[in-house]
């Protein structure tokens, strides 16, 4: 899920002013090493700063987890190439979630960012198809189906919304994010039976029954 970068991700949460600012790293806080396969490794930072490791510039985002509005934030430090608006490429953002969790969230075609908003195409191999993981970390454990499909959904809109619209410069509830499936049409979560549909930007998870059933 794109170039390889590095990511710190943060072991505890942390109240930011600004959702894209800057963070400074934890001291001795393990690093997530994501390659363009999606694999993860955790490693010890290089203390001799001699920069030989990485010349690109390094830059912090948030990454939020939880459902509604109640949301865990867990910063995180990327060192690789930046997209053409000097931000964090969106795909390494989930990436980063996807490390921290253990949930996949394989994408089927690369995040769109424009006027009308981000649109998310998740892949058959994602999470959300594939149900929670068989060995859960204790802090992203989730007891069915219905409460990963919804924490994913949740986390992975509010964590987009903050990356592309910082606070102190507007609201980021006002950036729409679309889900779909990996054809482009309506997001199906076969273990729910929940439909997103794909021509409405995704507001809040619908509880099963609410919106069109699975056929």
Not at 39 to 51: I, K, L, R, V, Y
Not at 114 to 126: D, L, N, P, W, Y
Not at 200 to 206: G, K, R, T, W
Request: charged share 20%; glycine share 10%; with cysteine.
């Amino acid at each position: 899920m794109g170039q390889k970068a590095v990511l710190l991700a943060g072991l505890l949460t942390v109240a930011l002013s600004a959702c894209g600012g800057p963070i400074a790293p934890e001291t001795e806080s393990p690093k997530v090493e994501v390659s363009s396969a999606g694999s993860a490794a955790s490693t010890q930072e290089n203390p001799s700063g001699d920069g030989s490791a990485d010349s690109a510039e390094r830059v912090g985002a948030v990454l939020y987890i939880g459902i509604g509005n109640q949301f865990a934030e867990y910063p995180v430090e990327y060192t690789g190439e930046l997209d053409e608006n000097g931000q964090i490429p969106p795909e390494e953002v989930l990436a980063a979630m996807a490390s921290l969790t253990g949930w996949s969230l394989d994408l089927a075609e690369p995040i769109f960012s424009g006027k009308g908003g981000i649109t998310v195409s998740f892949a058959e191999t994602a999470a959300l198809f594939a149900g929670p993981p068989e060995e859960q970390r204790e802090e992203f454990h989730v007891y069915d189906a219905l409460q990963l499909d919804q924490t994913i959904l949740d986390s992975v809109k509010k964590t987009l919304q903050c990356w592309a619209m910082d606070p102190e410069l507007g609201d980021p509830d006002q950036v729409d994010i679309w889900f779909c499936g990996a054809d482009g049409g309506d997001l199906k979560l076969p273990d729910t039976g929940v439909v997103i549909p794909a021509d409405h930007p995704y507001e809040q998870f619908p509880q099963p029954g609410e919106e069109t059933a699975m056929p």
